[in-house]
Nanobody, 127 residues
Framework: QVQLVESGGGLVQAGGSLRLSCAASGRTFSRYAMGWFRQAPGKEREFVAA????????YYVHSVKGRFTISRDNAKNTVYLQMNSLKPEDTAVYYCAAPRQMYGLPNYYDNSNWDYWGQGTQVTVSS
């Protein structure tokens, strides 16, 4: 059974930084892409970032490009999201996600390609 456990959320002032971590278990981590999504109050869950199973390719929503960096450590079965220059509009619950499909995905930005979710971690950015 795939389990995803996020950590690292919190309260930070605008312009600050946070690093989210997601520890995965239940299968061979290195064979699967990993992703991060977020959901703000009253809004739908949206794609934030993803990393391919090889780690060679990363994908970001336009609003976080240049500020967020996704990375993975296969030895630790962990994916990270480094968030810099945070803005109040980044406030949301952040979810780690993993697909059922091994190796590459047809579309990393499509929520329907992601099957497993963590419990979420709150990120609040004050102005």
């Amino acid at each position: 059974q795939v389990q995803l456990v996020e950590s690292g959320g919190g309260l930070v002032q605008a312009g600050g930084s946070l690093r989210l971590s997601c520890a995965a278990s239940g299968r061979t981590f290195s064979r699967y892409a990993m992703g991060w999504f977020r959901q703000a109050p009253g809004k739908e869950r949206e794609f934030v970032a993803a990393i391919s199973w090889t780690g060679d390719n990363t994908y970001y929503v336009h609003s976080v490009k240049g500020r967020f960096t996704i990375s993975r450590d296969n030895a630790k079965n962990t994916v990270y999201l480094q968030m810099n220059s945070l803005k109040p509009e980044d406030t949301a619950v952040y979810y780690c996600a993993a697909p059922r499909q091994m190796y590459g995905l047809p579309n990393y930005y499509d929520n329907s390609n992601w099957d497993y979710w963590g419990q979420g971690t709150q990120v609040t950015v004050s102005s």
